[in-house]
């Protein structure tokens, strides 16, 4: 008996140690399935199939586990170890099919359990029969009138419609000319020459050109930059704001916004009245933007002294420009102004542009110079100025004008002088005419045309009482 007791305690001992040795018991994990969403594009979605497509979304795996990632279109991968939680994939044009297509998003991790989320889209695809020069079927312009060339790369007989509301031209080289057309033929890869009119929006416009070639057909987009409005580009406050009276004067603003588009500011003078900036006295600093009016006939911006210099590269069609009483003003360049006929500015100015004042004599129709110094020339030879209609040279205690061949001078202001003899001799005749030669002291002789009568003409004023002598020649 106390034997078998020996024993089962013994037994007993045995398992009690056998079961203290695995105190801990391991239990498996379950794997859950991934999971992911295509964000883009949305269900249904219609897209162009002639540009690049940008597929994103996101994978999500709580064991962090993802093994397989495949994208795939109408059943064709396109890409595959895509990055997550988030993925962003572009796919070429070439890899994009016509019509309705399934864009498929499988994910499956490493336990061989998968998910997949499927959107639906439809691509048009449009042949590309015409490009830009980067290749793309579109080209960005600025909003100024420009000039750009496409590639039609059709090969065999094309057309080309163009929107006659785009202000598109086209060149033909065999007439070089720019002219306007709705419809473009030929035949073959060939390139075109276009160009593109300034933009009358403020905002961004987009150009479309349809084009056919047998069964294709295709799109190539003209994408203009949005047009500022031209008076804000001007610097000076005051400027601005005599401007912006000067474009409802001068008839600038057919549409009446009160803004002057790109295409505004191109319009030619001879389709509306001949325009300018009238700010004369309104103490100008700058005229830091009138280059934005390329056919800005006159500007006026007299007594200033604030103004140091004028920059009319940009205003090549200038005619008129009034700068007299402007002490500070150096360096005045017209040598671009060939159209110039009025010019009103300060001695030191006149002399500053001369000579090139010299070289449009021919048609230089009214000159006014004004502020004489005592150390400056004291004549003045406007001999060969044919047109010359209007001259102001008073109070410049000048000793000599010449006037040889000034046939048109009809409007002569030029007292305050110290001239010995005026010769007017060769002047034609007419009743309109106004001559001011009065608070000359030195005036001795004035020669006239052969049967001048002093009543026959508008004004003739001299000082009678310095026994001044009218001699015809």
């Known amino acids: 008996m106390k034997r078998l007791l020996y024993l089962l305690i013994g037994c007993s001992a045995v398992l009690w140690t056998s079961c203290s040795e695995d105190t801990t018991i391991q239990e498996e994990v379950p794997n859950t399935a991934p999971k992911c969403k295509i964000t883009a594009p949305a269900e249904g979605q219609i897209l162009d199939a002639n540009l690049p497509l940008t597929v994103k979304g996101w994978i999500e795996d709580a064991e962090?586990?993802?093994?397989?990632?495949?994208?795939?279109?109408?059943?064709?991968?396109?890409?595959?170890?895509?990055?997550?939680?988030?993925?962003?994939?572009?796919?070429?044009?070439?890899?994009?099919?016509?019509?309705?297509?399934?864009?498929?998003?499988?994910?499956?991790?490493?336990?061989?359990?998968?998910?997949?989320?499927?959107?639906?889209?439809?691509?048009?695809?449009?042949?590309?029969?015409?490009?830009?020069?980067?290749?793309?079927?579109?080209?960005?312009?600025?909003?100024?009138?420009?000039?750009?060339?496409?590639?039609?790369?059709?090969?065999?007989?094309?057309?080309?419609?163009?929107?006659?509301?785009?202000?598109?031209?086209?060149?033909?080289?065999?007439?070089?000319?720019?002219?306007?057309?709705?419809?473009?033929?030929?035949?073959?890869?060939?390139?075109?020459?276009?160009?593109?009119?300034?933009?009358?929006?403020?905002?961004?416009?987009?150009?479309?050109?349809?084009?056919?070639?047998?069964?294709?057909?295709?799109?190539?987009?003209?994408?203009?930059?949005?047009?500022?409005?031209?008076?804000?580009?001007?610097?000076?406050?005051?400027?601005?704001?005599?401007?912006?009276?000067?474009?409802?004067?001068?008839?600038?603003?057919?549409?009446?916004?009160?803004?002057?588009?790109?295409?505004?500011?191109?319009?030619?003078?001879?389709?509306?009245?001949?325009?300018?900036?009238?700010?004369?006295?309104?103490?100008?600093?700058?005229?830091?933007?009138?280059?934005?009016?390329?056919?800005?006939?006159?500007?006026?911006?007299?007594?200033?002294?604030?103004?140091t210099s004028i920059d009319l590269s940009g205003n090549l069609e200038l005619m008129s420009l009034h700068v007299h009483n402007c002490p500070n003003l150096k360096g005045l360049d017209l040598s671009k102004q060939s159209m110039l006929i009025e010019i009103g500015c300060d001695f030191t100015t006149l002399l500053d542009v001369w000579k090139q004042i010299e070289k449009l004599k021919g048609q230089m129709h009214t000159i006014g110079a004004f502020n004489r110094t005592a150390d400056q020339p004291s004549t003045l030879d406007f001999t060969g100025f044919s047109n010359l209609q209007r001259l102001y040279i008073n109070d410049n205690k000048l000793t000599e004008v010449k006037l040889g061949g000034c046939v048109n001078l009809w409007r002569f202001v030029a007292g305050g002088n110290s001239f010995a003899e005026i010769d007017l001799s060769e002047v034609d005749r007419y009743r309109d005419n106004d001559y001011f030669m009065d608070n000359n002291p030195n005036l001795k002789r004035i020669y006239v045309w052969k049967g001048f009568t002093l009543d026959y003409y508008n004004s003739f004023k001299y000082d009678e009482a310095n026994g001044v002598e009218i001699i015809e020649k």
């Open 64 to 307: 962090n586990n993802v093994a397989v990632t495949r994208l795939s279109i109408g059943g064709q991968t396109v890409a595959e170890q895509l990055g997550y939680p988030n993925f962003e994939c572009t796919v070429e044009p070439a890899m994009l099919p016509r019509g309705l297509q399934a864009i498929d998003l499988y994910v499956e991790d490493a336990g061989g359990l998968h998910v997949q989320h499927r959107v639906n889209v439809i691509f048009e695809k449009e042949a590309r029969l015409m490009t830009g020069p980067s290749g793309e079927d579109r080209i960005a312009v600025g909003y100024w009138t420009e000039e750009c060339e496409v590639r039609v790369i059709a090969a065999g007989k094309w057309s080309v419609s163009l929107p006659t509301s785009g202000r598109i031209e086209t060149y033909d080289s065999a007439t070089d000319e720019w002219t306007k057309k709705s419809l473009l033929e030929g035949q073959g890869p060939t390139t075109v020459r276009l160009r593109v009119g300034a933009n009358d929006q403020f905002s961004d416009r987009t150009v479309e050109l349809q084009i056919a070639s047998g069964d294709e057909s295709g799109k190539f987009r003209i994408e203009q930059a949005a047009s500022p409005d031209m008076l804000e580009t001007i610097e000076d406050e005051m400027l601005r704001m005599a401007a912006g009276i000067s474009v409802v004067m001068y008839d600038m603003d057919p549409d009446e916004d009160g803004k002057i588009s790109a295409y505004e500011a191109e319009i030619e003078p001879n389709e509306r009245s001949a325009y300018g900036f009238d700010a004369g006295g309104w103490d100008v600093a700058s005229t830091k933007g009138i280059e934005n009016f390329p056919h800005l006939r006159h500007l006026d911006v007299n007594t200033t002294d604030k103004l």
